[in-house]
């Protein structure tokens, strides 16, 4: 082996990237070569300053949280700038059976549209009601107010008679129904993780909040769980956490909560996450020592006084049971 | 469910499966930029501009890869494309960035048992680092940080960058060569 293979070597030893018969044959030549055994040494102080002195930002729950929040937001919008029906979003992602009958919905929508643009009705004709598909309570498009953008020629026909063309079009559609119906709580949850404006977030995490207990399934609380961890809006925070405290408290809950206490921005709702921490004490989990390490590092460190005495009066709570 | 599944549903339009499989690979896709770069804001944008790309271009993600190294990939050419984005930034707003990062706490870490003294000269020291890694070019500062900051094998770091293991060798020893040169007075 050459000298500048030694050094090689040396520099991927110095960084552990060597095999065991690389080490080997550099450790024989560092036996007999005082130049590279003081390069060596050098090169390892160097790799143990690096380590003990990281640079950069530490990436904590915190800056994820916040990394995530702002992320949902890019993604809203960006889902925004996307045709509803024939972008990303596919009504079959809701499900089969819901997303058979939008499909229908929305088919009956763009051929009244496009029957009333290329033949309109005479004067004094009568419109014609368009016999809605679907049951009572159920749901329909509202009719006349599908939109059509992005039209996109793909022939122009060029003699033939025939074009052809492609295009984007929203089609408004109005659902009635029990709250209780998995098609309307679907629908809800994904507004409340999608909808640009907070208000109607807001409004979709109310409606399933009053919804009893027995009727929320696993879908609606994980998608409360990330409004809760993630909506950049604190009053849906907050609205998802009361709705998560209605549910059954669960190791998932828990985790979620504490989560909240460890990382939201904001103090009120990191006082809700510790009172809804409560039933833990008379749950089959009890305060474990997650809660209780959670709890001791918020006694100790939280910016907010309130939450410090809280926390600490809630580990004295458990300690005494 | 694995992410190849989560990937197939996630390209049918399903949100929920799109959002668990930024929740599996996210915190690798932070610390990455976080090591980075010398702001919070900073790694927040990459991190953000991470996601979208893979958002983006789902669609076509045909599992050539796994989804993770893809995701990888992706982000070291963001960390790439975002250095040179900052080069054109001041560097009053750079400043300007790390006083808001100590404001929220997102600041390098002390520890409360190492005296003020040490305190300041373990800051002297990341400081000389932090400056040091900037005379590097971009992807020789990409290879340094996975390798020392992040802990990658040189292997996988090549899968990362698309190239093979020799060219990361390279940078790697060239980065190391310029590093020792700068800091050789600091550490």
């Not at chain 1, 696993?218 to 909506?231: G, H, N, R, V, Y």
């Amino acid at each position: 082996m050459t000298h500048d293979e030694y050094r090689d070597l040396l520099f991927l030893s110095a960084s552990g990237d060597t095999d065991a018969d690389g080490q080997a044959v550099l450790e024989k030549h560092l036996e007999t070569c005082e130049r590279c055994r003081k390069e060596y040494e050098d090169l390892r102080s160097f790799h143990a300053a690096l380590v003990a002195h990281r640079v950069g930002i530490e990436p904590d729950d915190r800056l994820l949280g916040e990394a995530r929040r702002e992320l949902r937001i890019a993604l809203r919008n960006e889902r925004a700038r996307r045709s509803l029906w024939f972008g990303w979003f596919d009504p079959g992602a809701i499900a089969p059976a819901y997303g058979f009958a939008l499909g229908a919905a929305f088919t009956l929508a763009v051929g009244f549209f496009l029957g009333r643009s290329l033949f309109p009705p005479s004067a004094g004709e009568e419109n014609p009601r368009l016999a809605s598909p679907f049951p009572a309570g159920g749901v329909r498009p509202e009719e006349e107010e599908t939109r059509i953008t992005n039209v996109h020629f793909v022939d122009h026909g060029g003699g033939t008679g025939e074009i052809e063309f492609t295009f984007d079009a929203v089609t408004p559609v109005r659902m009635r129904g029990s709250i209780d119906d998995p098609k309307i709580q679907k629908v809800l949850t994904h507004a409340m993780l999608n909808e640009e404006n907070p208000g109607i977030r807001l409004q979709a995490v109310n409606a399933i909040n009053r919804q009893g207990v027995e009727t929320q399934d696993l879908e609606t609380k994980s998608a409360l769980i990330k409004a809760m961890e993630m909506d950049a809006n604190v009053g849906v925070r907050k609205e998802a956490l009361n709705a998560l405290r209605r549910l059954p408290f669960d190791r998932e809950i828990k985790k979620a909560l504490l989560h909240a206490l460890m990382s939201d921005g904001n103090p009120g709702l990191r006082v809700a996450a510790i009172n809804a921490l409560d039933p833990a004490r008379t749950s089959a989990l009890g305060v474990d020592s997650e809660i209780l390490d959670v709890l001791k590092q918020k006694a100790a460190t939280d910016d907010n006084n309130y939450i410090r005495v809280k926390a600490r009066a809630v580990i004295q709570e458990a300690n005494r049971q | 469910m694995d992410d190849v599944e989560l990937v197939r549903k996630a390209q049918q339009g399903d949100v929920f499966a799109f959002e668990q499989l930024v929740f599996r690979h996210d915190k690798k896709v932070l610390s990455i930029a976080a090591r980075y770069v010398t702001s919070a804001d900073d790694a927040k944008d990459i991190y953000q501009e991470v996601f979208l790309r893979v958002y983006r271009g789902l669609k076509k993600f045909r599992f050539k890869s796994e989804f993770s190294t893809w995701v990888h990939r992706i982000t070291v050419n963001v960390c790439l494309t975002h250095r040179s984005r900052r080069r054109r930034t001041m560097q009053t707003l750079l400043l300007d960035d790390r006083n808001e990062e100590d404001s929220e706490g997102h600041g390098e870490i002390r520890d409360p048992a190492v005296g003020p003294d040490h305190q300041a000269v373990n800051a002297d020291i990341s400081s000389s680092i932090e400056k040091a890694l900037g005379t590097l070019s971009p992807k020789q500062k990409i290879v340094f940080t996975l390798r020392h900051f992040e802990g990658y094998k040189l292997n996988e770091i090549a899968v990362m960058m698309n190239c093979v293991e020799g060219t990361v060798k390279r940078y790697l020893f060239t980065a190391t060569r310029r590093m020792r040169d700068q800091l050789k007075d600091a550490i």
